[in-house]
């Protein structure tokens, strides 16, 4: 690496990374109109970054280090989070992904955390909660001489308020929500998203003690603990509660499990205080009002031929580590207290991106002994350089204020500027810009579909797998179109058998080789893992169970799992077994042939309640399908009600022109207005919206659409394109929308 690169350097950019920094990262002013080139912005997180050097007064070039920064961005070596990337050099200028805040148990700590969600989730950010400190349910309030409504019923509130928050338009509002395993309302807990219009702004995690484990294997009972007193409340038999979590986790992949007391053995800084939640996806244990800041490097940049290049890869590792560092300088934070532990810890997480895709280049599949030894030495290398990196820090900067009373400290190391350096972190989006597989985990699709605006249907294929396809000659349009459909490659002999044996999806792999991969990273990584656990959807409830054990056993700090199929409250996914809807073909230059209209039709009427009042959506039906469909507004007249009406006569001539119901879905759902209406899934955000969701009622009574889950996790509500399960989270590789974002 040099530092004579100028920040003018051109980016090679998929026109899916076009896309999504278009849609989300980019300037844009009053009218929308986007304002700054991706180069732009690369330029601009780069010289806002540097800038730390000038500020610290360290004597650094700040304006050769921007260049060095722009360099590894441009050239996707490195891709720091989501919101530095949105926010350096902005007005809002708030540069973290995650924060953690205390909830006591009094009415006014219970508020004040709720007031700064708000201020939180406003930035961009997303937030951790444990709510064990809350006393139950029904227990007693000594100032009021009532009752407890525990809690449950506060997460509710908090879920009210993040769905009410704007973000700005560019990051929606996520929560972890944990609760300890020895809490009394555990149970209620466990079971409350099996009611999945419930709390849908969390993500909740069961937070489980040695002890509890150790019951567990010895089928014994453990003691529950009032939180107000710290009493002894009663006792629940260990091995029933787990299986209750692991049904619920079967049943729709919720609650994940968290293992508190290995959270809090790896905590740096006890002396501060205990650690009892982590960011929305699990891979950031944090201490209350701790923020942290994340990088992921792209590994597939280190690979020459068929080898990993170790020196240039440590050279990017010391570049990385000071981004992070200098990121915590020229954040601005949410909340003073937030700034103050930050600054106080100065806790990185510096992660990676690309390793199904390096695996790949090496000729090593994904579920083997080989590949997990070396995820293992691959992060005890980023994990040892950024150390490294990050004493030297230390001896320039100064060491992280909290280092005296440190488990380094304590050990006699040498003083680091950094409380942490590595976590795993889903890199959904940022995978997306830099056109590389998301994490460390295995490939979502080797070949998708991909529906664009303009209506064209494109089929996307890996970028490794279409070049080596066409090198070894078996590359055909018709074969990526049945790879797309297919959605395996695992018996297609017309594929040579040693290319199948590394172009494994996350379906092709056994869940213990999921959990493998995840406790080789997690070995040598200073915080945690995020990562999904791919099941079937045959599996069994023993089939969920070994893997909680397994993950147990072998050093994992928590488990996120999906049974395919599992949530039965998601976006349009058409049934594999229903009829086609007959499409007329397009004649050359022509328009295609409408149905005829016949006399007398079939329908149902769906009343669906907007900002602007009741919509009526009548839905007819000839022998093919979906025929026609009229709007009809509960108050006559306006823009809304000659609108829907629009709306009606464009659908209708849709449907009998040949387009799909669920096409118009797409293109309608998720549409949103000033005048919103309702909250979680009851919520309607347009007139278009309401049409959408009634077509979407519609299919469902007549048994032609089942809202679970396909193969490829549905359809994204913003674009249409497939969701897949991974990194703890829901995320749609077309446009980078992510559920925990």
Avoid at 616 to 625: A, H, L
Avoid at 694 to 704: L, N, R, T
């Amino acid at each position: 690496m040099t530092n004579s690169s100028k920040t003018t350097r051109k980016v090679a950019l998929s026109t899916n990374a076009i896309t999504v920094l278009e849609r989300r990262y980019l300037k844009r002013n009053e009218e929308g109109k986007v304002l700054e080139t991706p180069q732009d912005m690369f330029k601009r997180v780069a010289e806002t970054i540097a800038s730390a050097e000038d500020k610290l007064g360290t004597g650094v070039d700040s304006k050769a280090l921007a260049n060095e920064f722009y360099r590894m961005m441009t050239e996707l070596e490195f891709m720091p989070n989501s919101p530095t990337l949105m926010n350096a050099g902005r007005e809002l200028g708030q540069l973290s992904a995650c924060f953690v805040l205390p909830v006591g148990d009094s009415m006014e700590e219970i508020f004040e955390a709720i007031k700064n969600t708000a201020l939180i989730h406003k930035s961009g950010g997303g937030t951790g909660f444990s709510f064990s400190r809350i006393r139950p349910a029904n227990d007693v309030v000594l100032s009021t001489k009532g009752v407890s409504s525990g809690p449950l019923s506060f997460m509710s509130v908090f879920d009210a308020a993040t769905e009410t928050i704007k973000q700005g338009g560019t990051r929606r509002g996520a929560n972890m929500g944990i609760l300890r395993i020895d809490h009394p309302d555990i149970m209620d807990f466990i079971m409350c998203k099996r009611d999945q219009t419930v709390l849908t702004n969390f993500n909740i995690s069961v937070g489980l003690t040695e002890k509890f484990m150790e019951a567990v294997e010895k089928d014994e009972e453990y003691d529950i603990i009032n939180p107000r007193n710290q009493k002894v409340q009663g006792k629940l038999p260990a091995r029933k509660v787990f299986e209750h979590i692991v049904e619920m986790a079967w049943t729709n992949g919720e609650p994940g499990i968290i293992f508190l007391d290995r959270l809090n053995r790896d905590n740096p800084t006890p002396q501060v205080g205990e650690i009892e939640s982590t960011n929305p996806c699990g891979e950031q244990p944090l201490l209350p009002y701790e923020s942290c800041n994340l990088g992921s490097i792209n590994l597939v940049k280190f690979v020459k031929g068929n080898k990993i290049d170790w020196d240039r890869l440590r050279e990017l590792i010391r570049y990385a580590t000071r981004f992070l560092d200098n990121v915590i300088e020229v954040n601005n934070y949410p909340i003073p207290q937030i700034a103050e532990m930050t600054k106080a810890n100065r806790k990185i997480g510096l992660g990676v991106m690309g390793w199904a895709d390096m695996l790949i280049l090496l000729g090593i599949p994904y579920n083997t002994d080989q590949a997990c030894e070396l995820g293992e030495k691959m992060m005890k290398f980023i994990t040892e350089e950024s150390r490294r990196m990050s004493r030297e820090l230390a001896n320039e900067r100064g060491p992280f204020p909290n280092f005296k009373g440190s488990i380094y400290d304590k050990k006699g190391a040498k003083p680091l500027r950094n409380a942490t350096c590595s976590t795993i972190a889903p890199t959904g989006t940022i995978s997306i810009i830099c056109n590389t597989s998301s994490g460390v985990e295995p490939l979502f699709a080797v070949s998708y579909i991909r529906q664009v605006l303009d209506k064209d249907i494109l089929v996307e294929v890996h970028p490794i797998f279409e070049q080596i396809a066409k090198e070894r000659g078996f590359y055909s349009k018709e074969l990526m179109q049945k790879i797309a459909e297919h959605g395996t490659i695992q018996d297609m002999e017309a594929i040579p058998e040693d290319i199948r044996a590394v172009f494994l999806t996350a379906h092709d792999i056994s869940p213990e080789d999921h959990v493998r991969m995840q406790a080789a990273f997690q070995k040598y990584t200073d915080n945690a893992v995020s990562k999904t656990v791919n099941f079937c959807n045959k599996a069994s409830l023993k089939d969920v169970e070994t893997v909680y054990r397994l993950a147990y056993k072998l050093g994992c700090k928590g488990v996120t799992i999906y049974r395919d199929g599992s949530r039965d409250m998601q976006v349009l996914s058409v049934k594999k077994e229903q009829k086609e809807e007959k499409v007329i073909p397009m004649e050359s230059g022509k328009s295609a042939r409408k149905r005829e209209r016949p006399r007398a039709l079939t329908g149902a009427t769906y009343q669906m309640e907007t900002g602007c009042g009741p919509l009526y959506v009548t839905i007819n039906e000839d022998k093919q399908g979906v025929f026609e469909l009229f709007t009809t507004m509960g108050k006559a007249g306006g823009c809304a009600a000659s609108q829907c009406e629009a709306i009606g006569r464009l659908v209708s001539l849709a449907w009998r022109s040949g387009v799909q119901a669920r096409q118009a879905v797409k293109q309608m759902i998720g549409i949103t207005c000033h005048k919103p209406s309702g909250f979680g899934d009851n919520r309607i955000t347009s007139c278009a919206d309401a049409v959408a969701k009634a077509i979407q009622m519609h299919m469902v009574e007549h048994g032609d659409l089942d809202l679970t889950h396909a193969a490829n996790g549905g359809a994204c509500p913003e674009c249409g394109g497939p969701v897949e399960h991974e990194g703890g989270c829901c995320v749609c590789h077309v446009c980078g929308y992510s559920e925990c974002a």
